[in-house]
C-alpha cells in the first residue's frame, strides 16, 4: 500500500474515531478564534492561506514559506477589560523547506460575580475562568515545477479550559495544505481543523469538537512604482456547516448548509487587504459579516524589531490588539 494511501486511511480512522461514543458539541473549539496576532486581526482572519501558521485559523502549511525566525508577544483587550488575551509565537526555518511553528496563549476572565443558584453546588462571591493554549506544528515545502510550490502541514494543540467548576483537558490535531504560484502571486490553500479534538471533563464525561474544512485564497504582488506591496486574502467559513452562521441561524433555529445556501461563501467570509510601503510600514484592513478591522505595522532597527496594531469592531465593544517582534 502506498504512503498516501496509509495517509487518507489514518485520517479518516481518526475521524471515525472522534465520533465513536463520544457527545459532540458545535462550541468546544470557540476560543480558538481569541487565539490570533494583529496582523492577523487587521485582516479580519482572512490570511489562512498566507498568514503566518501559527495561530488556529492560520493554516500549519504557511509555516514551510517563512525564511526568517521570528518571535512575537501579543496582547488582546476585549469588550472593555471584560478578558484579555497573551500570545506567544515562535516561527523558525529548520532547512530544506522545512518551517516550525510554536505557540503559547492564555486567555484570562477574571471577577466573575456568582449567584447563589449559578451552580451546583452552591458557590457565591466572585471568580476567575481561564483558557490555556498550547500548539506546535511543521510543514514541508516541495517545488512541483518551476514558479508552483505545494506544502502540507500538520499541528498538534493542548488545551485546558477552566470554567466556573469544571475543568476540561483537550488534544486536538490540524493538518493543511498550500500552492502557490510564485509567478502569479496567487496562492489557495486548505485548513483542516478537529482531525481528531476530545476533551475530557470528568472520568466518564468526554466531548469532541466538529470538524472543519475552510479554503483559503491570497495574492501578494510588487508594486514597484508605488514602492510598495500588496496583499488580498479570502478564507471561507466552514465548507462542513459544523460552525458559525453557516450551523446554525437564530431565525426559526434551522440549520443552514452551504449546499442549500451557498451566498454563505460570500457573506459569511472573511476579507482582508494589505500594503506594505518600502517594506517599513503596512496598512491593513478587513471585514466579515459586517465587522470591520483595520491595523498596521511597523517595521525598525533595519527590520529586526517590529510593532503591530489591530482593531476590530463589534456590536458589543471594540476590541484592540497590541504586538511586539523581534526576527533574525
Known amino acids: 500500500?502506498?504512503?498516501?494511501?496509509?495517509?487518507?486511511?489514518?485520517?479518516?480512522?481518526i475521524i471515525s474515531y472522534n465520533?465513536?461514543?463520544?457527545?459532540?458539541?458545535?462550541?468546544?473549539?470557540?476560543?480558538?478564534?481569541l487565539i490570533n496576532i494583529p496582523q492577523s486581526v487587521a485582516l479580519s482572519g482572512a490570511d489562512m492561506a498566507i498568514g503566518s501558521g501559527i495561530s488556529p485559523e492560520s493554516s500549519p502549511a504557511n509555516l514551510a514559506f517563512d525564511t526568517i525566525h521570528r518571535l512575537s508577544v501579543s496582547y488582546a483587550n476585549y469588550f472593555q477589560n471584560t478578558y484579555s488575551t497573551s500570545?506567544?509565537?515562535?516561527?523558525?526555518?529548520?532547512?530544506?523547506?522545512?518551517g516550525l511553528g510554536v505557540t503559547a496563549a492564555y486567555v484570562f476572565i477574571p471577577d466573575i460575580d456568582l449567584s447563589p443558584d449559578s451552580t451546583e453546588p452552591v458557590v457565591t462571591g466572585s471568580t476567575n475562568c481561564s483558557y490555556i493554549y498550547f500548539r506546535i506544528g511543521a510543514s514541508k515545502r516541495f517545488t512541483i515545477q518551476k514558479n508552483i510550490e505545494?506544502?502540507?502541514?500538520?499541528?498538534?494543540?493542548?488545551?485546558?479550559t477552566k470554567l466556573v467548576v469544571y475543568r476540561g483537558y483537550n488534544i486536538g490535531l490540524d493538518g493543511g495544505v498550500r500552492v502557490s504560484f510564485l509567478k502569479s502571486g496567487f496562492s489557495s490553500g486548505l485548513l483542516f481543523e478537529n482531525i481528531t479534538s476530545i476533551t475530557q471533563?470528568?472520568?466518564?464525561?468526554?466531548?469532541?469538537?466538529?470538524?472543519?474544512?475552510?479554503?483559503?485564497?491570497?495574492?501578494?504582488?510588487?508594486?514597484?512604482?508605488?514602492?510598495?506591496?500588496?496583499?488580498?486574502?479570502?478564507?471561507s467559513p466552514d465548507l462542513l456547516s459544523n460552525s458559525g452562521v453557516n450551523a446554525e441561524l437564530a431565525v426559526e433555529n434551522k440549520e443552514q448548509r452551504l449546499i442549500k445556501a451557498p451566498y454563505l461563501l460570500i457573506t459569511a467570509a472573511k476579507y482582508g487587504a494589505e500594503?506594505?510601503?518600502?517594506?517599513?510600514?503596512?496598512?491593513?484592513?478587513?471585514?466579515?459579516?459586517g465587522r470591520f478591522s483595520f491595523g498596521g505595522g511597523l517595521q525598525l532597527f533595519n527590520e529586526r524589531a517590529g510593532v503591530d496594531?489591530?482593531?476590530?469592531?463589534?456590536?458589543?465593544?471594540?476590541?484592540?490588539?497590541?504586538?511586539?517582534?523581534?526576527?533574525?
Open 1 to 13: 500500500m502506498s504512503f498516501k494511501k496509509v495517509m487518507i486511511c489514518l485520517i479518516f480512522g
Open 19 to 33: 465520533f465513536a461514543g463520544l457527545n459532540s458539541n458545535f462550541y468546544l473549539d470557540a476560543n480558538d478564534e
Open 87 to 98: 500570545v506567544i509565537g515562535f516561527n523558525a526555518p529548520l532547512g530544506s523547506g522545512i
Open 150 to 160: 505545494f506544502s502540507a502541514g500538520a499541528a498538534l494543540s493542548a488545551k485546558r
Open 201 to 235: 471533563w470528568s472520568k466518564d464525561e468526554n466531548q469532541i469538537a466538529f470538524p472543519h474544512i475552510r479554503l483559503g485564497l491570497g495574492y501578494e504582488k510588487d508594486v514597484r512604482y508605488l514602492y510598495g506591496r500588496l496583499r488580498l486574502a479570502y478564507t
Open 275 to 289: 500594503y506594505t510601503i518600502m517594506r517599513r510600514v503596512s496598512l491593513r484592513i478587513g471585514l466579515t459579516q
Open 309 to 328: 496594531f489591530a482593531y476590530m469592531t463589534h456590536a458589543l465593544s471594540g476590541t484592540y490588539q497590541l504586538s511586539a517582534t523581534y526576527q533574525w
